[in-house]
């Protein structure tokens, strides 16, 4: 049962019913588990999406991607400037249609307004600034593989992980305890 529970130790097993909860009770053996010692007869009790490694994928392909807190300032100030760009480029190509300029020269005026309103260096700046928060926290010993995470876990003030043998080396210890 290890690929579920995360146990690397053989666990032993009994015919017995020992608990309601499935992960917990000894007298289940989830499939891709390895029988270390004895022998055993066994019957499927569930299969697919009934199993727990169904449950597991149901809820996993249920999870709904949310955007990061600077997608979503950065996609608000994009709407900003594009409704400042486009109604100064209207304002300007009616000015000019009042002044008497031609409709074509008119055309020019709003579409040049509207594409110097573009922020070219944008993208730029915020890769770069994110790129060097990343590398500042790679000296930290934390590893970012999408760079719009890295606001998103600079925010972050205390992480919680409870997979044992990963990062604790099969010893669940406190190493540090403090008030920030």
């Known amino acids: 049962n290890s690929s579920l529970t995360g146990e690397s130790d053989p666990l032993s097993r009994t015919p017995e019913f020992t608990n309601d909860n499935p992960l917990e009770t000894k007298n289940l053996a989830f499939f891709s588990s390895n029988a270390v010692e004895g022998a055993c007869v066994g019957i499927v009790v569930n299969t697919g999406d009934r199993t727990i ?38 304002s300007f190509f009616i000015i000019g249609r009042i002044l008497g300029y031609d409709w074509l020269d008119a055309c020019i005026f ?51 992980s409870d997979k044992t043998g ?9 190493g540090d305890n403090g008030y920030w």
Do not use: D, W, Y
């Open 53 to 90: 490694m169904g449950r597991i994928a149901r809820l996993t392909g249920s999870i709904v991607q949310e955007q990061t807190p600077i997608a979503i300032e950065i996609e608000h100030f994009i709407r900003l400037i594009t409704a400042v760009a486009v109604v100064l480029g209207v």
């Open 110 to 160: 709003l579409i040049g307004i509207l594409v110097a309103n573009v922020p070219e260096g944008l993208l730029a700046t915020v890769t770069v600034c994110l790129t060097l928060t990343a590398q500042r926290m790679k000296v930290k010993n934390c590893l970012v593989r999408n760079l719009e995470a890295v606001e998103t876990l600079g925010s972050t003030s205390v992480i919680c």
């Open 166 to 174: 990963t990062l604790t080396q099969n010893r669940m210890t406190v």
